[in-house]
């Protein structure tokens, strides 16, 4: 079948920025700028960005438009004779469902929040009952089973009508809508009485409120918020021509993918200090904390629905990204049609989502790191901890040594077209250096999370 291309640029820099975009921009980045010092933390987040996430993400593209094929065929068809570097598409693929094994049910929990918003459910709670109202929704397996089916059947019904007609023009909505949202939302909230601390506390430096852990929660932050490692962004390159060259998209990608974090801050930060949050609340800031904080603002009902819609756009516009590499992975593997790796997959999605949605309630017993731990908890970690950092090893070794792409393969492909080239100069650095920073993202969070 001849490969099929985006209707736009602008189609390629929303979707590739779409499935960048997601809870680590919207939920991750806030609670953990909170519990590590504010904008000192945030600059030194941009600086582990653009050192470590371009050049990744230059070479996932690379691999992908070079290939013309998603991530478990294209280390195939581009690897030397008699190399076996085809291995780590099967790797790829169990990163994607690994993802969406999880993502799917939190993207289900904020899709019934936006519901719940939207029809005033939360007014008028007391702190305590919205703390609650969270537990309640996970202690109930039909209800997530229901929201986590909405998210699954409909993002693979938009996979399924085509790559112009439903992956590009859905996500291309939602993402305008999203930037919209996002700008709205951080206008309002920063004009709230009391919201001149939470400005100073994210945007003017202190660096005596760094630590060693916040140095590493930054690069950790930076690596993980663009889906690197698993080919997540390598399918888009291979649905790309060859008329511009990628440093440059990349780019544009990475400003969208920071814009959005950035203004989610903003929003947090503002309305939390303006109503006494603690800036350090954690991950339970997104579903208890910020309802809280809502229920007492004027308009509350309208912002709270308004945050909750933007959440579920970030939270779909990577599910039907991933989604996407899914259903090429099987279109690629076994020259089935896109409506049958659709609909196969669909199912299969939804059985294999079960084990994290049901491990709040009746598989709450299974604690796999110790009390309080869930099935959430070893999904993720053998994600984030394993197959992301050393799936990023592995294209950098794919694209710089010679038993591999190589450097000379890569740049070519990288260079190919008008634009921003990626630069030559920088061959040791990624060669030698980074895959040793690599190597210390993986063992570093290895000794953070069993310590």
């Avoid at 070079?66 to 570097?85: C, D, M, V, Y």
């Avoid at 660096?207 to 399918?235: D, P, R, W």
């Amino acid at each position: 079948m001849e490969r099929e291309k985006f209707g736009s640029r602008l189609g390629f820099i929303l979707i590739s920025a779409g499935c960048a975009i997601g809870l680590g921009n919207v939920w991750r980045f806030p609670f953990i700028t909170g519990q590590n010092g504010g904008a000192a933390f945030v600059l030194v987040y941009l600086v582990f960005l653009v050192i470590m996430g371009l050049p990744i993400m230059t070479m996932e593209f690379a691999v992908g438009r070079g290939s013309q094929k998603s991530a478990i065929r294209s280390f195939h068809e581009l690897q030397p004779k008699g190399k076996n570097w085809g291995w780590f598409g099967y790797v790829a693929v169990v990163g994607n469902y690994l993802l969406m094994m999880f993502y799917t049910t939190v993207a289900g929990w904020i899709l019934y929040y936006f519901v719940t918003s939207l029809t005033g459910g939360l007014a008028g709670k007391t702190p305590d009952e919205v703390g609650a109202f969270f537990g309640g929704v996970t202690a109930d397996p039909w209800l997530q089973m229901l929201f986590m089916a909405i998210v699954t059947v409909g993002c693979f019904a938009i996979c399924s009508t085509g790559l112009k007609k439903g992956v590009e023009k859905v996500t291309k909505f939602m993402m305008l809508a999203l930037l919209a949202v996002v700008v709205v939302l951080a206008v309002w909230c920063v004009t709230l009485p009391g919201a001149g601390d939470g400005l100073n506390f994210y945007l003017v430096p202190d660096f005596s409120k760094l630590t060693y852990a916040g140095v590493f929660a930054a690069m950790g932050q930076a690596f993980f918020t663009l889906s690197l490692g698993v080919g997540s962004m390598a399918i888009f390159g291979s649905y790309l021509s060859k008329e511009r060259a990628l440093a440059g998209e990349v780019v544009r990608i990475t400003i969208l993918d920071t814009f959005v974090a950035l203004m989610a801050g903003l929003i947090i930060f503002s309305a939390g200090f303006a109503y006494g949050v603690d800036e350090a609340a954690g991950p339970g800031l997104l579903f208890v904390v910020l309802p809280n904080v809502f229920n007492d603002l004027p308009g509350g009902n309208i912002l709270g629905a308004l945050f909750f819609l933007f959440m579920s756009f970030a939270a779909l516009s990577t599910v039907i990204a991933v989604f996407e590499n899914i259903v090429s992975f099987m279109m690629d593997l076994r020259g089935w049609s896109r409506k049958k790796s659709s609909w196969i997959n669909c199912a299969l999605m939804f059985v294999l989502a079960l084990p994290c949605l049901l491990g709040f309630n009746v598989l709450s017993g299974f604690a796999p790191f110790g009390e309080g731990s869930v099935v959430l908890d070893l999904e993720d970690f053998i994600l984030s901890n394993n197959l992301l950092p050393l799936g990023s090893l592995v294209y950098l070794f794919f694209c710089t040594l010679k038993s591999g792409w190589g450097w000379d393969n890569f740049m070519l492909e990288a260079n190919t077209g008008k634009g921003l080239r990626f630069p030559k100069q920088i061959r040791v650095y990624v060669t030698y250096i980074l895959p040793l920073i690599m190597l210390y993202v993986f063992i570093q969070g290895y000794i953070n999370f069993f310590a």
